[in-house]
């Protein structure tokens, strides 16, 4: 097998069935809601404590999160070979985090989730991407009522990096992730940015949220906030991140996991034949 019919074959880990896609969009449109609700409810100030209402937001996306893994483990989707490398995926990007600690956009949990979603499909990269930002919260002390709002964020990096174009290869690849990852990077801040926008900006400066004002007045004035705050220095930063970390990794890192990927053999349904249940 040539070098690149190797790379183009891909195998998802997570295979992506109708139930499994049912599921995805409901979590999807359940991660949408969470952060652009203020837009459309126009809630009283008094009722604006957003903190209050985080917990049980966390409680909604567990369950959902949890029934991605459920939905794939009944249908067949997820054998224990895979099951065993989100794990190891997991605890690998929750240590990598703490490197960055996020310290003016410098955030080295996303090149690792932009990789392995891309080797291993668009499922595995959607629970990879909530599973590595609740495992990192809990190494860190970071859980909070930002947390949900992350984890939903970063299943979404994972989901869309599994559903890059397949037949491009080589150093187009790579350069194809490296805008990728630097996309991914703005729309983060822009996301995370979001949740706590209409709570925080304060009231009657141009930046503040404008409870029954029009949505896109009050996104006009969310953009402003966004470039004002966080897009030249966080959110640049971490696309910097991602960009130096892709070059200078990816390659190997994708050989690396393809080549896991290839003796997982996910393709191969696991059989227990006589005494003889070796893995190759």
Same mark, same amino acid.
């Given at each position: 097998?040539?070098?690149?019919?190797?790379?183009?074959?891909?195998?998802?880990?997570?295979?992506?069935?109708?139930?499994?896609?049912?599921?995805? =969009?409901?979590a999807s449109v359940a991660g949408v809601a969470m952060f652009f609700w203020p837009l459309?409810?126009? +809630?009283? @100030?008094?009722?604006? =404590?957003?903190?209050?209402?985080?917990?049980?937001?966390?409680? !909604?996306?567990?369950?959902?999160?949890?029934?991605?893994?459920?939905?794939?483990?009944?249908?067949?989707?997820?054998? +224990?070979?895979?099951?065993?490398?989100?794990?190891?995926?997991?605890?690998?990007?929750?240590?990598?985090?703490?490197?960055? =600690?996020?310290?003016?956009?410098?955030?080295? !949990?996303?090149?690792?989730?932009?990789?392995?979603?891309?080797?291993?499909? +668009?499922?595995?990269?959607?629970?990879?991407?909530?599973?590595?930002?609740?495992?990192?919260?809990?190494?860190?002390?970071?859980?909070?009522? #930002?947390?949900?709002?992350?984890?939903?964020?970063? *299943?979404?990096?994972?989901?869309?990096?599994?559903?890059? @174009?397949?037949?491009? $290869?080589?150093?187009?690849?790579?350069?194809?992730? %490296?805008?990728?990852?630097?996309?991914? =990077?703005?729309?983060?801040?822009?996301?995370?940015?979001?949740?706590? #926008? @209409?709570? &925080?900006?304060? %009231?009657?400066?141009?930046?503040?949220? %404008?409870?029954?004002?029009?949505?896109?007045?009050?996104?006009?004035?969310?953009?402003?906030? &966004?470039?004002? &705050?966080? $897009?030249?220095? #966080?959110? $640049?930063?971490?696309?910097? &991140?991602? $960009? !130096?970390?892709?070059?200078? *990794?990816?390659?190997? !890192?994708?050989?690396?996991?393809?080549?896991?990927?290839?003796?997982?053999?996910?393709?191969t349904p696991v059989s227990f034949m006589g005494r003889d249940v070796r893995s190759r």
């Amino acid at each position: 097998m040539s070098v690149e019919k190797s790379q183009r074959h891909r195998v998802s880990a997570v295979r992506v069935g109708s139930r499994t896609v049912v599921v995805l =969009a409901l979590a999807s449109v359940a991660g949408v809601a969470m952060f652009f609700w203020p837009l459309f409810a126009a +809630p009283e @100030p008094e009722a604006m =404590a957003h903190s209050a209402d985080a917990p049980l937001i966390f409680v !909604v996306a567990m369950p959902i999160l949890l029934a991605v893994v459920a939905a794939e483990m009944t249908s067949g989707g997820m054998d +224990p070979k895979a099951l065993a490398l989100l794990g190891v995926l997991a605890a690998l990007n929750a240590g990598l985090r703490p490197l960055g =600690a996020g310290l003016m956009g410098i955030e080295t !949990v996303f090149f690792l989730l932009v990789l392995a979603g891309r080797v291993f499909g +668009p499922g595995f990269g959607f629970l990879l991407g909530g599973i590595s930002l609740f495992a990192s919260a809990l190494l860190t002390a970071g859980v909070g009522p #930002w947390l949900p709002f992350q984890m939903i964020c970063s *299943a979404w990096i994972g989901l869309g990096a599994g559903l890059l @174009p397949g037949r491009v $290869t080589g150093r187009a690849e790579i350069w194809m992730l %490296v805008a990728y990852g630097i996309f991914v =990077a703005y729309a983060f801040g822009f996301l995370m940015n979001m949740w706590f #926008w @209409p709570f &925080t900006a304060g %009231v009657d400066t141009q930046v503040s949220f %404008v409870a029954g004002a029009p949505v896109l007045d009050n996104l006009r004035r969310f953009v402003v906030f &966004t470039l004002y &705050t966080s $897009t030249w220095n #966080w959110d $640049t930063g971490r696309a910097i &991140t991602n $960009t !130096v970390a892709i070059l200078l *990794a990816g390659p190997a !890192v994708l050989a690396a996991l393809r080549r896991a990927s290839r003796r997982a053999a996910f393709d191969t349904p696991v059989s227990f034949m006589g005494r003889d249940v070796r893995s190759r």
